[in-house]
């Protein structure tokens, strides 16, 4: 079974995305690392984030299993990667890495933007997943505050407003629900509530396929 879940950036697809991977005992990946990845390789180099050759060069470079999700889920690089994931070069060098992943023997967890309509449109059940800005900006403030980095709620809730308008706007692989994904809107949902329902979601899809 492959189940993706998509959304804007701290609508929770990540944690529930871990949590529906860990109920399944299915592999889960976050694909907005690989971009986090990409553009930390830029920021290393000191190139600039529109440079598509290098981006695409790092793209394509890439080892799923070195990734450092402590490492690269700063504040600063969320917006990095919302830039550079806006590089169709870009794009085109992760997908059969993601696509690689969803088609694992036993299935699959995928979070990201674009899981359910591009990378695995075949996936069996999609959850997209939103919130108000407001509610995801003090939960992305929680996790900063977790990870002691200070960031201001104006800044915060400034930058979700500019990737949300970035990442739904951009002509490839746009922030957009699959025609077949479940709405979930997490707005009034504590974490328990969000992955009870995510998992009845699921649950759903799956006594429709016979539990298989
Ligand atoms: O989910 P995240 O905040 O880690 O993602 C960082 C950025 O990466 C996000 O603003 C847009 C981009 N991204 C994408 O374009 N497609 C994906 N499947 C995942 C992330």
Known sequence: MIVTIDGPAASGK???ARRIA????????????????VAAHLLEQKRSLD???????AAGELELDRLDRGRLSGAALGEAASRVAAIPEVRAALLKLQQDFSRRPGGAVLDGRDTGTVIAPQAEAKIFVTASPEVR???????????GERVPYEAVLADIKKRDARDAGRSIAPLQAAPDAVLLDTTELDIEAAFRAALSIVEAVRAGRGRS
Do not use: M, N, W
């Not at 860990?22 to 990845?37: E, F, S």
């Not at 440079?51 to 060069?57: F, H, P, S, V």
């Not at 900006?137 to 990870?147: G, I, M, N, S, V």
């Open 14 to 16: 990540g944690t529930l």
């Open 22 to 37: 860990a109920h399944y005992k299915l592999p889960h990946l976050d694909t907005g690392l690989l971009y986090r990845a």
């Open 51 to 57: 440079d598509a050759a290098a981006a695409a060069k």
């Open 137 to 147: 900006a003090r939960r992305r403030l929680q996790d900063f505050a977790e990870r």
